[in-house]
């Protein structure tokens, strides 16, 4: 679709070296000893890689190096298995095998006309950051109130421009933090920066709108990239605090917008007289001193279609 669009794509392309995942059965219950896991690391001399759970018993997936030289699929794959295991597991079975190429890409446009691009269509990253799923989630998540708010004739068309210029950006980001985890953290020569090293900073941090349906009203406050602490900045998701009665801060966005003032207890990260205009993903579109203004402000954003 997206080159039937004639929608190109930028970035390194292949990155770092090829990899195999091997999907299997097994029941590793007595293994797991009643623990679990989402994601393991495995550290074997002849099993390096990482152990994924599908199901938390018996479905599994493991990602490793592809074998230089050879067909994956020709490798003894359940003896490499158990070498991660760290046990027999006589009922182990290798449901598939699938070899690829970690690429960093990210589309030129996000949209023409009436189509949007979202997830792998728009963006491809090397998986090291765990972050590939995540960005895809992100961009389906802010593309469905945008799209819902048209629909509902409450904004003009205008307004799925914002798509773009939010989550291009954004997938740039993390493509190109990703491509840099990629090297100094699994690279041959890899002497890892701490920061590129924390999985956390890299999944929390950075992600900023500085365009599209935002208001700055001025010179845009960047989110720290190296750090995460998050402080409630226009363009950025809102602070998870916890409110009277046992709910979030994150519980006040959505389906419609919301506005938070520095009153509402639990959001420290607001003075007494402040308050913040939130989008229906959450995202923070406005900044002030003023609730009747956070009103106005949504409705200058939604008659444009996106803010300076």
């Known amino acids: ?80 298995l158990r070498n991660a295991i760290g046990a027999p597991v006589p009922d182990l079975e290798v449901v598939d095998v699938l070899a690829w190429r970690p690429e960093s890409l990210v589309a030129d446009r996000f949209g023409v006309g009436r189509v949007f691009l979202v997830g792998d269509a728009a963006h491809v990253m090397p998986p090291w950051a765990a972050m590939g799923a995540n960005t895809g989630i992100a961009d389906a998540h802010g593309l469905g109130w945008m799209l819902a708010t048209v629909l509902h004739g409450e904004a003009g068309p205008a307004l799925l421009d914002a798509h773009d210029a939010e989550r291009r950006p954004a997938a740039v980001f993390v493509a190109d933090q990703s491509t840099r985890r990629a090297g100094r953290v699994h690279g041959p020569d890899a002497a890892p920066d701490p920061a590129l090293a924390d999985p956390f900073v890299l999944a929390a ?15 845009p406050d960047p989110e720290p990239v190296t750090t995460f602490a998050p402080a409630g900045r226009v363009g950025t998701r809102v602070p ?45 579109a406005w900044r002030g001193d003023d609730p009747a203004a956070a009103w106005r402000v949504r409705a200058e954003l939604l008659a444009a279609g996106a803010g300076d």
């Open 205 to 219: 941090g950075g992600t900023q709108y500085l365009a599209g349906a935002v208001r700055h009203g001025g010179r």
């Open 240 to 284: 998870h605090r916890r409110l009277p009665g046992g709910r979030s801060t994150l519980d006040l966005a959505g389906p419609g917008w919301a506005v938070l003032t520095g009153d509402d207890g639990g959001a420290d990260f607001l003075g007494p007289r402040e308050c913040v205009l939130l989008r229906p993903d959450g995202v923070v």
């Open 1 to 80: 679709m997206r080159e039937s669009l004639g929608i190109t794509r930028s970035g390194p392309g292949p990155v770092g070296e090829p990899g195999v995942s091997v999907c299997f059965r097994a029941d590793l219950g007595d293994v797991l000893g009643g623990r679990a896991f989402n994601l393991c690391r495995i550290d074997h001399p002849a099993a390096t890689g990482a152990l994924a759970s599908v199901d938390g018993r018996y479905r599994w997936v493991f990602m490793t190096g592809a074998p230089p030289g050879a067909d994956p699929a020709t490798r003894d794959w359940p003896a490499v």
